[in-house]
C-alpha cells in the first residue's frame, strides 16, 4: 500500500502508481478527517509518495509502523523527519537533476524581473499610465553588478552560469568551498551579501540555515540590493525582510518561497518592490514528468530489491 500526499500534475505518473500500488490518496480527505483516516489505513502502508513542502513529518511517521521508503517529488527535504527514518531503517529518495535548470530559469527570471522591474512596468501599461505620459524612472544595469550565491550546489552552480552571460560578476558562499570553481567564495554570508548587489538563495532549509537572511544580511545587501529566493521560505527571516524594503534598506526582492506558504504577508504583496511567485521552480510539465517518474522509479527499485536509483544518504 503506497500513501501519496499530493498528486503529480503529470497523468502518466499517477497512472503508474495507481496501476501498481494500493494508492491511498490523502489529498482527498478532509482536513478535519485526516488524523482517523490516516490511523485507519496507516498499518497498512509501506511506502509513501510526498511533495518536498509536504515531507513527512514524525506525527505522520509514528502512524505507519511497517513503512519502507519515503519517495519525496522534489529535493527539499526539510519537511522529512531524517532523523526519525533513520533510526527506523526508512529509504529516502528524492528528485535531484532534473528540476536543477527549471529552477535556475526562475531565480534568473525574478532577478531580471526585479532589477528591470517588468512587473510593476507591466501594470504601468496596462493601467494606462504610460499613455498617460508618467514618467518612468530608469533602472541600473545589470553589467558590472555582483550576483552573490548563497549555497552553491547544484542549482546554485546553474544559475552561475547563466548569470555570467549577462555580465555580472559572480561570488558565492557556503560553509564547505567547491574545489575546482573559479567563481570566489566569500568569507560568510554577511560578507556576501557585503559584496553583492543581488543575493540568491540557493541553500537547503536545515537548522542551520533558519532565518540566516536576517537584518544585518538584509542591511549588508543595501539599499540598491536585491534578494532573490527559490530555496525555502524558512531561510529568510520575513519580518526583517518586509521591514527592511518597506524602509528603503533594501531595494527589491524577488520570491518563489515563503515562511507559511500559500500563506504569504499582506505586508509583503503590498509592496510594490517585490516580485512573487508561487513556488513554481520546477513546476514545468517537462520537469514534473521527469520527477514523477524518477519517484515512480525509486519505488518500483525499493520493492523489486534493486538499488535505488537517487537515495538520500541518511
Ligand atoms: C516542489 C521543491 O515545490 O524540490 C523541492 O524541494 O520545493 C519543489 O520542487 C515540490 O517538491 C513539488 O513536488
Known amino acids: 500500500d503506497l500513501l501519496v500526499l499530493a498528486p503529480s500534475p503529470a497523468a502518466v505518473v499517477n497512472e ?43 506525527a505522520d511517521m509514528a502512524l505507519l509502523p511497517k513503512l519502507e521508503i519515503i519517495a519525496v517529488n522534489g529535493v527539499g ?30 531565480a534568473v527570471g525574478l532577478l531580471l524581473a526585479s532589477a528591470r522591474r517588468i512587473v510593476a512596468l507591466d501594470h504601468f501599461v496596462r493601467d494606462g499610465a504610460w499613455e498617460r505620459r508618467e514618467p518612468i524612472k530608469p533602472a541600473l544595469s545589470l553589467r558590472g553588478k555582483t ?4 549555497g552553491f550546489g547544484q542549482i546554485g552552480q546553474a544559475i552561475a552560469l547563466r548569470l555570467a552571460a549577462f555580465g555580472l560578476k559572480l561570488r558565492y558562499y557556503q560553509p564547505r568551498a567547491i574545489a575546482g570553481s573559479d567563481v570566489p567564495r566569500s568569507d560568510s554570508l554577511l560578507d556576501l551579501a557585503r559584496e553583492s548587489d543581488f543575493l540568491i538563495v540557493c541553500a537547503p532549509g536545515t537548522p542551520a540555515t533558519r532565518k540566516a537572511i536576517n537584518a544585518d544580511v538584509l542591511a549588508a545587501l543595501g539599499p540598491q540590493g536585491t534578494l532573490i529566493n527559490i530555496a525555502r521560505g524558512a531561510l529568510v527571516d520575513e519580518e526583517a525582510l518586509i521591514a527592511a ?28 518592490n517585490t516580485v512573487l511567485t508561487p513556488h513554481i521552480g520546477s513546476l514545468t510539465v517537462e520537469t514534473r514528468q521527469a520527477m514523477g517518474q524518477l519517484v515512480v522509479d525509486n519505488l518500483h527499485a525499493h520493492f523489486a530489491g534493486l538499488p535505488l536509483p537517487t537515495p538520500v544518504k541518511n
Do not use: M
Not at 482536513?31 to 497498512?44: D, H, M
Not at 526539510?78 to 536543477?100: E, F, S, W, Y
Not at 550576483?147 to 548563497?150: E, L, S, T, W, Y
Open 16 to 58: 503508474q502508481l495507481e496501476q501498481a500500488y494500493t494508492c491511498h490518496r490523502a489529498w482527498q480527505v478532509a482536513p478535519e478527517q485526516r488524523a482517523a483516516w490516516l490511523a485507519e489505513v496507516g498499518p497498512r502502508i509501506r511506502a509513501v509518495a510526498t511533495t518536498g513542502v509536504l515531507g513527512l513529518g514524525a
Open 77 to 106: 527535504l526539510d519537511a522529512v523527519a531524517l532523523d526519525v527514518a533513520k533510526q527506523r531503517g526508512i529509504a529516502v529518495t528524492t528528485t535531484p537533476n532534473v528540476l536543477t535548470d527549471d529552477v535556475a530559469d526562475v
Open 147 to 150: 550576483a552573490g550565491i548563497f
Open 245 to 272: 524594503l518597506r524602509d528603503g534598506v533594501l531595494g527589491s526582492a524577488g520570491l518563489d518561497v515563503f515562511c507559511d506558504e500559500p500563506r504569504v504577508p499582506e505586508a509583503l504583496r503590498a509592496l510594490p
